[in-house]
């Protein structure tokens, strides 16, 4: 018999497979814990939003009355997601093409739109042609395409902070955790796994996600070259955000041409729905083969075609990431001055770093209350001890949305003593 689970307690991981409970009896027991949240005020999961993916968003309250917030949970970091002449891209091709590419890119639903964009982004990567795949989400760009590269005679050294995808996409395959930008770990597992697997993989982000900090490419590169490994880096957050013309931290680092793997999604300064890979154009033409979701899942839809524009702007206005980075220095500063703790971010993610579940909890729900949208990040996003309220700055925020964001912080600081 399975013991009851302290809710107080609880976190969405002590749901996910409860022994002794079948999966209707389990879908009841997260249910009466999410009333329990909700009762409590702790449930900001789900909120419909009524306006546009940018620096504001629209909830309505208990009673039903619609609130306009402050939002810092939208990672389309430039606005390009609301930018004219992307959206006006994303409808040209939809009045050309329709609404749904109709089949997966390898039986009949690759189309000229799909072709552009690939030769788009190997240029913006500065690569030859061929050396990018579109997948339709970033997610899917790091978990289908590992799946086929790595099984079990290969070896994949994650740095612990990957996203949950690139964890999806190993599944196959052998992995060793390495801690956080833990160069010495590194090198060890490195020097451990050289002569036992077939294929090293590396696999980092260039901005990771949670804190917002950047991973020491350079030297890890090196470390692979020594060994004899492969390097992929997703650079979903550092796109848009880092390196002088918005290609990266590889850019920041001038390495464009020098990694294995390069993945990303388009969701994020791209303002659309969709990831890539880019590398060899022979691995690229194995993934399309061999990826399971270039055969069996319908392609991107026209739509994707705003990705395109959206990588032109990165040039033709470079004022957006400028004011992208105002912000990013303004708010930091001001939280940084209160004693806040906001980590290693170095990118427009910021964390403000608080260590106890419950007392995140309660963060967030003040600042929903007085305007501030945020997320919450608590276990299993990161260690239990380790719970941070995470706001993702945007170009489109104004100085008037982060004063009120500081005031919040301010009141809430000194009302839970969070400093
Ligand atoms: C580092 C990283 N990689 C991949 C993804 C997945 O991207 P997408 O939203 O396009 O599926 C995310 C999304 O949050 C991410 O943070």
Known sequence: ?????????????????????????????????????????????????????????????????????????????????????????????????????????????????????????????????????????????????LQSLLHKEDIALLDMAVHASVYEGCLLTNTKKILHNNLEMMEMALKDAQHKYRTKLVIIDGIYSQDGDMAPVKEILQLCRQYGAYLMLDDAHGIGVIGKTGRGVLEHYDLLKDIDIITGTLSKTFGNVGGYVISRPEIIEFLQYQSRQNAFSAAATPAITGVVKAIELLDEEPQWQAKLWDNINYLKNGLTGMGLNVGNSCSAIVPVKIGDPHITGDVASLLLEMGVYTNPILYPAVSKKDARIRMSLLATHSREHLDKALAAFEYINKKLELA
């Open 1 to 145: 018999m399975t013991a009851k689970i302290s809710y107080d307690k609880a976190s969405f991981k002590d749901f996910e497979n409860i022994p002794d409970l079948n999966l209707f009896e389990r879908a009841q027991e997260l249910s009466s814990f999410l009333d329990f949240m909700k009762q409590k005020d702790r449930l900001n999961y789900r909120l419909i939003n009524y306006n546009s993916a940018g620096a504001t968003v629209q909830h309505k309250d208990a009673a039903g009355n619609i609130k306009e917030c402050v939002s810092f949970v939208s990672n389309d970091y430039l606005g390009f997601s609301q930018h004219p002449a992307v959206k006006q891209a994303a409808i040209d091709s939809i009045i050309q093409y329709g609404t749904g590419a109709g089949s997966s890119p390898l039986i009949g639903g690759h189309y000229e739109y799909h072709q552009v964009l690939e030769d788009k982004l190997c240029a913006f990567f500065q690569r030859e042609k061929g050396s990018a795949l579109v997948y339709t989400t970033g997610y899917t760009a790091n978990s289908a395409s």
